[in-house]
């Protein structure tokens, strides 16, 4: 694969990378537009943390994915109990980082809501050393029905001017209860366990999704991340008080903003900036794995990681458990791995889906061209950011047959539509046009596609193909 300069998010990635070998500190954008969800659900999705939300006027309490419950503390127990966001009182001025909420006819007098991403308030709970966070979602209720005032999305992207309010609306609507479920069933499991553990119950529970509350606890014990981080303490600070190395230094610092630029959290304006602790990752990363060092792509997915464990040593252990034995070959000089996987899709697809690859080959469009990105980012800023985490909820306890399941269905779902192209041209645009839409956003639905469309790919037969374009690619030199 050639390597030209870096590009913006948006476009294809070209890697530009550096051998291996000081933090570094984006504009806050808070608007919110306010939109009615239909609504009788008891239950509300706090994506950007694991403390519950005040809610007004009708006093409840509810905790991320959880049930509705009374809001006096007494109630709830000690652990689950959290910060008073409601109404000034005697115990002190409400948090200047919340702002006032819009009011329906008749509603009593606002009280302040949960600071939206970007906030000072939200940001740096965030990374104060652990998963403390508030929402970035403002979410009321009343009469009966939710408001989300939200151009962002719950991890802080802005959402696209022509964003389909009611199609999300109609989606997660069903999605929340099947959230709340879910979450039900892992604080059982989890329940008087430290750490996650391999098993067939938990890669059933997995498929299913893992609620936001426990994903970075999952990640960490299914990868094996846990296990390295605990072999091994203080060696990530250990890493960013390391030798210097400018060339990798600036590397990472190019693409500083590049990374997430429609993301309020990785501004330069924002405070604290995330863009210091991805800085922070992506270094001791390039100072641990010398054979790789820093390739661009690698900035998209450790910023996806920093946003769901809100903790920088969790996040370069989990990018280390990615790009050292989940992925390997994918980020290395020669990307072996990374187009050792490409070719084995393309024969896949050449079994499973043949006019597909007849089109393909009739054209002369290579596999590199048009799946490139979903697999040297993962998907992430493909698919919607629910749906992608969804599939590194499976990626992380599967490994990487789980991106072939991904693209299969992709490619299968749209066969029809693939199959109209007239063009080289037309072929790359139809690939682009597959990873939007409806069946996409749905990704609940879209996860039991992945296990069921392709139908039966064991492991073995990866290898096998693998093996083979392996082989192929070192004999074309």
């Known amino acids: 694969m050639s390597r030209v300069p870096a590009q913006s998010p948006h476009t294809a990635p ?25 609504a009788e659900s008891r239950f ?7 403390a519950g939300c005040e809610l007004a006027p009708g006093r409840f309490r509810t905790r991320v994915f959880g049930k509705r419950q009374p809001r006096s503390p007494a109630s709830a127990p000690e652990e689950e109990q959290t910060p008073e966001l409601g109404p000034p009182s005697a115990s002190g001025p409400p948090d200047p980082a919340l702002g006032p909420i819009p009011r329906l006819p008749g509603t009593p007098a606002p009280i302040p809501r949960p600071a939206l991403a970007g906030a000072p308030a939200a940001q740096g709970a965030a990374l104060e050393g652990g998963r403390r966070s508030r929402s970035c979602c403002s979410v009321e209720l009343y009469s009966g029905a939710f408001l989300l005032c939200c151009r962002l999305d719950p991890y802080g992207f802005e959402r696209p001017e022509d ?23 892992w604080s059982k499991l989890l329940k008087g366990s430290s750490r996650v553990q391999t098993s067939m119950t938990v890669k059933r529970y997995i498929r ?18 846990q296990a390295q981080m605990d072999r091994n303490p203080g060696y990530y600070h250990r890493l960013l008080q390391g030798e210097r190395n400018d060339s990798l230094e600036e590397a990472i610092r190019t693409d500083m903003n590049r990374t997430f630029p429609d993301n309020v959290n990785f501004r330069r304006g924002a405070d604290p900036c995330l863009q210091k602790t991805l800085y922070n990752v992506l270094l001791a990363h390039g100072r641990h794995n010398r054979g790789v060092g820093y390739c661009q792509g690698m900035n998209f997915i450790a910023g996806y ?23 390997p070959d994918y980020y290395s000089p020669a990307m072996l791995g990374l187009k050792t996987d490409q070719e084995v899709l393309g024969e896949l697809v ?27 980012c993962l998907f992430v800023d493909i698919l919607p950011v629910e749906t992608v985490l969804r599939i590194w909820d499976c990626l992380f306890n599967e490994g990487s047959k789980i991106i ?31 990873t939007r839409g409806r069946f996409v956003t749905e990704c609940h639905t879209f996860m039991q596609k992945i296990f069921s469309e392709p139908g039966s790919l064991p492991m073995t037969t990866i290898t096998r193909l693998r093996e083979r374009c392996r082989a192929k690619l070192l004999a074309q030199g």
């Open 14 to 38: 070209q890697m530009s990378r550096v051998p291996a070998q000081s933090p570094h500190t984006a504009d806050d954008s808070s608007h919110c537009g306010a939109q009615k969800l239909s």
């Open 44 to 50: 509300i999705a706090q994506p950007y943390g694991s």
């Open 208 to 225: 299913k999704g893992v609620p936001l509350e426990h994903r970075a606890r999952v990640w960490m014990g299914v990868s094996g991340a």
């Open 404 to 434: 072939f399941r991904v693209a299969l269905t992709l490619i299968k779902q749209h066969q029809a539509f693939i199959l109209e192209a007239t063009s080289f041209a037309d072929v790359c645009e139809k690939f682009k046009e597959i």
């Open 163 to 185: 964003f389909d309010y009611a199609a999300y609306e109609e989606f997660f609507s069903t999605y929340l209860v099947i959230l709340t479920r879910r979450a039900i069933k």
């Open 305 to 327: 990681l920093i946003l769901i464990t809100k903790n920088e040593e969790e996040s370069f252990w989990l990018l280390d458990a990615l790009v050292g034995r989940i992925l």
């Open 350 to 376: 050449r079994t499973k889906l043949p006019a597909v690859a007849a089109l393909m080959d009739g054209h002369g469009v290579l596999w590199t061209l048009v799946v490139s990105r979903w697999f040297i």
